[in-house]
């Protein structure tokens, strides 16, 4: 028979035995609140790389082909041209090494097309607007470029020298492309007929060295590559088009609501304030936008 005494000491070491277990298991919820705690801490101190589509790489759609002097040679991994350049700056202040910059191929449209991409970041001349801005986010603006008209030297519009001169003229442009709304409102006085449009532009090059159309309208440096390369034969810029300075500028494209918009758009306003972008234009683009004659309007 055990003594009170005896008694008493056996309900203190259940006392004590309950607190330790008690003890253990609130340490154990601890334990695993902070592991979960630490995960989540984890998954958010990964920053940017952790938000792309591929964990850790930056994977950048470009345009199937990229031309010249945007892209050099449709080699965009070389780093040569004033976009591909352009991206591995970018990626370099958002923290990406070079060989983390993985490269795919898109559509035009499908660079300001609504939804989900297999893609972060879409570069290949996409000029800034209210509408697109409704379907995808926008980097700050790196170029505002113009809009140029190129035919060839033997063509009966050559000698034109203000806008209302090609006015009759079968004018090819690019699908989705504002130079469909700069040669309707600014060449032919709002009218469409006489416009030809095309899925690309070596599409419309080609259309112009056959003569299935007079001219052909893009952006000033890709006009004046056409006619470097001959991609049009015989082929003459005949001038940029007034009042198609890009306002609000070329942007590279994000989905919209993207996670990634803010890390962007801190990078570019960096390599704008730094030069950098200034820069890359001179290296890049400068042999393709100066000494071009403006048409009059």
Partial sequence: MKSITDTAISRRQAIALGASAFATLGLAAC????????????????????????????????GNPAYTPWVIDDKPQTGKGFEAALVYALADKMGFAKKDVKWVRTTFDEAYA????????????????????????????????????VLQKSSKYASATKCSDLADANIAVMVGTTAYDYVKDIIKGGKDEGISIFDDNSAAAQAVTSGQCDALVTDTPQAVYM????????????????????????GITLAKNSPLT?????AMDALTKDGTVKKLQDKWLAEYTTDIPTLKK
């Fill in 31 to 62: 334990g695993s609140s902070n592991s979960s705690d630490s995960g989540s801490s984890s998954k958010k101190s990964g920053g940017v790389k952790s938000l792309t589509h591929t964990e850790g790489k930056l994977t950048v759609a470009t």
């Fill in 114 to 149: 609504p939804g989900e991409h297999d893609w972060d970041l879409n570069i290949q001349q996409v000029s800034i607007n209210s509408d697109r801005k409704k379907a995808v986010d926008f980097s700050p603006a790196y170029f505002r470029p113009t809009q140029a008209v």
């Fill in 227 to 250: 006619v470097q390369s001959k991609q049009i034969d015989d082929g003459l810029v005949v001038g940029q088009i007034p009042g198609t300075e890009d306002k609000e500028g070329l």
């Fill in 262 to 266: 803010k890390y962007v758009k801190k």
